[in-house]
């Protein structure tokens, strides 16, 4: 066989082997969506959509209310994408450009480095090493003078233990600053050097040179850089079980106690000895799927929204 009619059959392949690779990865998502239906199914049947929004958790008599856990993810991440995004931001536009070149390496290896420590070292330095810290200082400070304060004082009203939903939310905001600012700085350098040029050469500041071309430019991959990060703060696991106190109970204070759905379902899953209680945490995955899958549809319709305003 020569050459050119090798060639033909060879594409032919490997459009077959790329095109079912492709099909794995749906076949697989539809897998774990089945697995999760099926194993809802007994607890939904039992309490109906009430285990929504009722805040009652009670494995001795068998009764599940999902509210404390999925309102307390949502806060944790929120609140981590609040203080990691303006960071990560910072410290990307820092080392493309501001920082000259011996500095913006080793700290780009450092980012890195952050990015690859697994999660359950930073849950073990959060409880052993920042929620003491933290306890002893900053809740002390804020129990004393904000709690106090009309409308907002609930917020803080919490016995300084150091563990708690603000606590775990601030581990996670330190684990996706090393996601988003290496996701952005990548971006950042795909700018065209003769767009920065031109626009220093009409007398732009840095800060326009960023405002008015590096962001318009990267817009969506900054997106997806943020996006990364909530779909991560979203879905941590172990470090956010080490440092947000594990109760089921729905509070104002972000100083308390708390638990996401993936804490739950880590703490619970290996003791649950009833259907009920199996399908309950099950059910918890599910909802979380679908968050997730929310928050991925809303960004994907905001970068479409964006392309069609940008002309594209």
């Not at 200082?137 to 004393?144: E, G, I, K, N």
């Not at 209680?277 to 960004?299: E, K, N, Q, R, Y």
């Not at 994907?300 to 594209?312: D, N, T, V």
Request: with cysteine.
């Amino acid at each position: 066989m020569s050459v050119k009619q090798f060639r033909p059959a060879f594409d032919r392949g490997f459009h077959n082997l790329t095109f079912g690779l492709s099909m794995f990865v749906l076949l697989l998502l539809v897998a774990i969506l089945a697995f999760l239906v099926m194993g809802s199914i007994p607890v939904l049947q039992n309490q109906g959509l009430s285990f929504f929004i009722s805040s009652d958790w009670n494995p001795v008599t068998d009764v599940y209310g999902a509210l404390p856990a999925i309102i307390q993810t949502l806060i944790t991440a929120i609140i981590a994408l609040l203080i990691g995004v303006p960071v990560s931001f910072g410290i990307a536009i820092f080392l493309t450009e501001l920082s000259p070149a011996w500095i913006a390496r080793p700290v780009g290896m450092a980012i890195e480095l952050l990015a690859a420590i697994p999660s359950i070292i930073y849950g073990m330095w959060g409880l052993f090493v920042f929620a003491p810290t933290f306890g002893a200082a900053l809740q002390r400070w804020t129990m004393a003078n904000l709690a106090p304060i009309p409308v907002i004082g609930p917020l803080f009203a919490s016995p300084p233990m150091g563990i708690g939903i603000f606590t775990a939310s601030i581990i996670l905001a330190i684990m996706i600053v090393p996601f988003i600012s290496a996701m952005m700085r990548d971006v950042f350098t795909t700018v065209p050097a003769v767009l920065k040029e031109s626009a220093y050469g009409l007398g732009c500041t840095r800060w326009e040179v960023v405002y008015r071309i590096v962001l318009p430019y990267c817009r969506a991959g900054t997106v997806g850089a943020v996006m990364l990060g909530l779909g991560r703060a979203l879905g941590e696991t172990m470090a956010v079980t080490f440092v947000i106190g594990n109760s089921h109970r729905l509070s104002a204070s972000i100083m308390g106690p708390g638990a996401t759905i993936s804490s739950s379902i880590a703490n619970e899953f290996v003791e649950a000895d009833s259907k009920l209680h199996t399908s309950a945490l099950v059910t918890l995955g599910l909802t979380l799927f679908v968050i997730t899958f929310i928050v991925l549809a809303v960004a994907r319709l905001f970068l479409l929204r964006l392309k069609k305003q940008a002309g594209h």
